[in-house]
T-cell receptor, first 114, second 111 residues
C-alpha cells in the first residue's frame, strides 16, 4: 500500500457543525501532516505529528483540533468554523519528520463552510 | 517570508517543447523537492535534490540546484498534454520538520 487515503473527499458544513476529517496510511510512515490550501495558493502547514505526538502547531485556531490515535491514522476535528476556512485540506505522510525524504499526499478534502 | 518564490507564475507551451520552472529561496537548506499538483487535488512528489548535489535526473525531469544563488530549476523535456499541472518547489530549513512550499508555477501544455 503506497497511498494516503483521505475521507471525505468533499464536505459542506455549517458554522455551528462539528465534523472530522480522516487520513490513513499503511506505509509505516512515522510522520503525518495537515496542510491547508486556498485556491491558487501553495499548501500551508498546519500541524506535524511525529511518532504520534504533535510536534508542530503553526498557530492554528483552536476550532481545528488534530488527533493521532495511532501511527496509521490522523484526524482533524472541526468545530465552529468560519466561511474563510473553506479550502482544500491535505494530509501527507513521510518516513520520518526530519529525514530528506519526499512526502506522500492524499487527494484532499474540499471543505466548504456555509 | 519563508516561502520560496517561483517563476514564471504561469507557463503555456506546445506539446513536445521543453518547460523550465525556477525556484528561489532565502535560507540554507538540506534538500529541495519538487511536487506536481493536478487540478487542485493531492500533490505528487517528483524529485528530491540534496544540498550537496548540483543536478539530478528522473525520466524527462532534470533538476538543478545552485546553493550559492539559493535557486533551483525544474526542466521537463518533450512535454505532453498530461504534464499540465501546477508545480511547486518545497524545502526544509536546516533541521526543521517544516516543509515550506514555493508559490508554484502553473504549466499548460497545449496539444
Amino acid at each position: 500500500d503506497t497511498e494516503v487515503t483521505q475521507t471525505p473527499k468533499h464536505l459542506v458544513m455549517g458554522m455551528t457543525n462539528k465534523k472530522s476529517l480522516k487520513c490513513e496510511q499503511h506505509m509505516g510512515h512515522r510522520a503525518m501532516y495537515w496542510y491547508k490550501q486556498k485556491a491558487k495558493k501553495p499548501p500551508e502547514l498546519m500541524f506535524v505529528y511525529s511518532y504520534e505526538k504533535l510536534s508542530i502547531n503553526e498557530s492554528v485556531p483552536s476550532r481545528f483540533s488534530p488527533e493521532c490515535p495511532n501511527s496509521s491514522l490522523l484526524n482533524l476535528h472541526l468545530h465552529a468554523l468560519q466561511p474563510e476556512d473553506s479550502a482544500l485540506y491535505l494530509c501527507a505522510s513521510s518516513l520520518y519528520s526530519q529525514q530528506g525524504v519526499g512526502y506522500t499526499f492524499g487527494s484532499g478534502t474540499r471543505l466548504t463552510v456555509v | 517570508s519563508q516561502q520560496g518564490e517561483e517563476d514564471p507564475q504561469a507557463l503555456s507551451i506546445q506539446e513536445g517543447e521543453n518547460a523550465t520552472m525556477n525556484c528561489s529561496y532565502k535560507t540554507s537548506i538540506n534538500n529541495l523537492q519538487w511536487y506536481r499538483q493536478n487540478s487542485g487535488r493531492g500533490l505528487v512528489h517528483l524529485i528530491l535534490i540534496r544540498s550537496n548535489e548540483r543536478e539530478k535526473h528522473s525520466g524527462r525531469l532534470r533538476v538543478t540546484l545552485d546553493t550559492s544563488k539559493k535557486s533551483s530549476s525544474l526542466l521537463i523535456t518533450a512535454s505532453r498534454a498530461a504534464d499540465t499541472a501546477s508545480y511547486f518547489c518545497a524545502f526544509r530549513q536546516g533541521g526543521s520538520e517544516k516543509l515550506v512550499f514555493g508559490k508554484g508555477t502553473k504549466l499548460t501544455v497545449n496539444p
